[in-house]
């Protein structure tokens, strides 16, 4: 039995899809959907393809989901996906600590110039 249900809650959740939603899309009920993400039942590789189509993305990339990666969605273009996104509050701290220590460098650079 694969067990993917965790993988699958995960990438679920990113991808603002509601429970129901998913179930309605696969043709089921809720209460069996819910069983995949528990990992309760068992899932074949037809119900994996279509759960992935569903996300937008290939099988073997649900599959390989790596819970700490964080991704909103893939863009498709050139035959590739984009896993590049970053939530905005770690982007905007990235950001910040590249601009200090270029400044850091900068006052550095100055120093090193004799200008302090």
Same mark, same amino acid.
Not at 97 to 107: A, G, N, Q, V, Y
């Given at each position: 039995?694969?067990? &993917? !249900?965790?993988?699958? =809650?995960?990438?679920? +959740?990113?991808?603002?899809?509601? *429970?129901? @939603?998913?179930? +309605?899309?696969? +043709?089921?009920?809720?209460? !069996?959907?819910? =069983?995949? @993400?528990?990992?309760? &039942?068992?899932?074949?590789?037809? $119900?994996?393809?279509?759960?992935?189509?569903?996300? %937008?993305?290939? *099988?073997? %990339?649900?599959l390989a989901f790596d819970e700490k990666t964080v991704f909103n969605y893939f863009n498709n273009t050139n035959? !590739?996906?984009?896993?590049?996104?970053? *939530? &905005?509050?770690?982007?905007? /701290?990235? %950001?910040? $600590?590249?601009?200090? /220590?270029? +400044?850091?460098?900068?006052?550095? %650079?100055?120093? /090193?110039? !004799?200008k302090y």
């Amino acid at each position: 039995m694969i067990k &993917v !249900g965790n993988k699958i =809650r995960k990438i679920r +959740e990113l991808k603002d899809i509601s *429970p129901k @939603e998913m179930a +309605e899309q696969l +043709e089921m009920t809720i209460q !069996g959907y819910s =069983r995949i @993400e528990r990992d309760e &039942v068992a899932i074949n590789t037809d $119900k994996i393809e279509k759960i992935a189509s569903i996300f %937008e993305m290939h *099988p073997s %990339e649900l599959l390989a989901f790596d819970e700490k990666t964080v991704f909103n969605y893939f863009n498709n273009t050139n035959a !590739g996906y984009n896993f590049n996104y970053f *939530p &905005v509050e770690l982007k905007q /701290l990235y %950001e910040d $600590k590249i601009k200090l /220590l270029e +400044e850091k460098i900068k006052f550095l %650079e100055e120093k /090193l110039n !004799g200008k302090y």
